[in-house]
């Protein structure tokens, strides 16, 4: 009885003693997982809880729509909620910096714009590098502007315009709604690279602006394509181009101002997402899948097209190389306009 009893106590102790070296083992397995395949883990986690799409625009907005239309398309592809909060002001650089600072975990996303692109030149001492601090996830919509007339100014396509313009220097007149705006920007891309002179004035808010180019006050605006094209089409307005890199899907007949007469032409109000840099690049990935996915979906391209803007779609390689191009295209730009960075 004694010796039974101490066999069995002893078997006890050696299966208790081989029990604990397998869950060793099998812990040190789980931590060489963690270390070494961190991100098939990761990504089996993301997200597991509301992720946040901070927008630096007034709800409204064609940028805020963009932002509730990948939202919507982020929550049915990664089964999660994603929120758009807006924080509008200093030209977005307020939602910047707080994504900027916000933890790298996937969990906090920038609805980016090219505002981003434009203030790296239009202002001085940011407290964030925008190309050292983000990461592009995707691009998804875009909006275009449009180069339109008075009906009687006597030109109908840009080539004319570049020909009247060179005849009488400092004669044609652009609205403009302020300063280093992309629509006065525009007008100081053309004058650069049609080597014309030309004069601009500036108005409070596009359709002030628009207005008085219907009323012939003016004489030419670079207008946001969904404000322009009604009064196009009811012929208040002359289209001469679109400064996007494609056709505009609302203006399918008006001619890009790179095919018109200026090659690599570009004005582009662009929307993406941007995560922190530092954010798991598995993350970045799974976001980026998921987001291009959504982009390319039926449904929310004919959303965009709808509010007036083009569906673009472009994962984080190609989004980093546009998003690069396009600071250098608005600090050309910027310098030649003569404006100082604040």
Request: proline share 6%; hydrophobic share 45%; glycine share 4%.
């Given at each position: 009885m004694h010796h039974s009893h101490s066999t069995q106590s002893r078997?006890?102790?050696?299966a208790a003693i081989l029990a604990f070296g397998l869950l060793g083992a099998s812990l040190g397995v789980l931590g060489a997982a963690t270390v070494w395949d961190g991100g098939a883990l990761a990504?089996?986690?993301y997200p597991s809880k509301p992720v946040k799409i901070v927008v630096g625009m007034p709800a409204g907005t064609f940028t805020d729509l963009s932002a509730r239309l990948i939202a919507d398309g982020l929550r049915s592809e990664l089964k999660e909620t994603f929120v758009v909060e807006n924080r509008p002001g200093a030209a977005t650089n307020i939602a910047t910096l707080g994504v900027a600072r916000a933890p790298k975990d996937g969990y906090t996303l920038l609805l980016s714009?090219?505002?981003?692109?434009?203030?790296?030149?239009?202002?001085k001492d940011l407290a964030f590098d925008v190309v050292k601090?983000?990461?592009?996830i995707a691009m998804?919509?875009?909006?275009?502007?449009?180069?339109?007339?008075?009906?009687?100014?006597?030109?109908?396509?840009?080539?004319?315009?570049?020909?009247?313009a060179k005849s009488r220097p400092d004669v044609l007149n652009f609205a403009s709604t302020g300063s280093g705006t992309a629509n006065h920007l525009a007008v100081?891309?053309?004058?650069?690279?049609?080597?014309?002179?030309?004069?601009?004035?500036?108005?409070?808010?596009?359709?002030?602006?628009?207005?008085?180019?219907?009323?012939g006050r003016t004489d030419a605006m670079f207008a946001p394509a969904s404000t322009a094209m009604p009064q196009i089409q009811a012929g208040k307005l002359k289209a001469i181009a679109v400064t996007s890199a494609a056709r505009s899907s609302l203006a399918p007949d008006v001619p890009?101002?790179?095919?018109?007469?200026?090659p690599g032409y570009e004005?582009?109000?662009?929307?993406?997402?941007?995560?922190?840099?530092?954010?798991?690049?598995e993350i970045v990935d799974r976001l980026a899948a998921a987001a291009t996915r959504a982009a390319s979906s039926q449904d929310l391209q004919s959303k965009i097209k709808s509010n007036g803007g083009d569906p673009i779609v472009m994962g984080p390689k190609e989004f980093q190389d546009y998003f690069q191009t396009d600071i250098r295209r608005w600090s050309d730009a910027i310098s030649a306009a003569g404006i100082k960075p604040q």
């Open positions: 078997s006890r102790t050696r990504q089996e986690a714009t090219n505002s981003n692109a434009m203030n790296v030149s239009l202002y601090d983000f990461r592009p998804i919509a875009s909006s275009a502007l449009i180069l339109a007339v008075t009906p009687s100014l006597p030109v109908s396509n840009l080539k004319e315009l570049i020909a009247y100081e891309m053309l004058a650069k690279q049609a080597d014309i002179k030309v004069a601009t004035i500036f108005y409070k808010g596009s359709t002030e602006g628009i207005t008085d180019v219907i009323a890009t101002m790179a095919e018109a007469a200026l004005v582009t109000m662009w929307n993406g997402l941007f995560a922190p840099a530092g954010t798991p690049p």
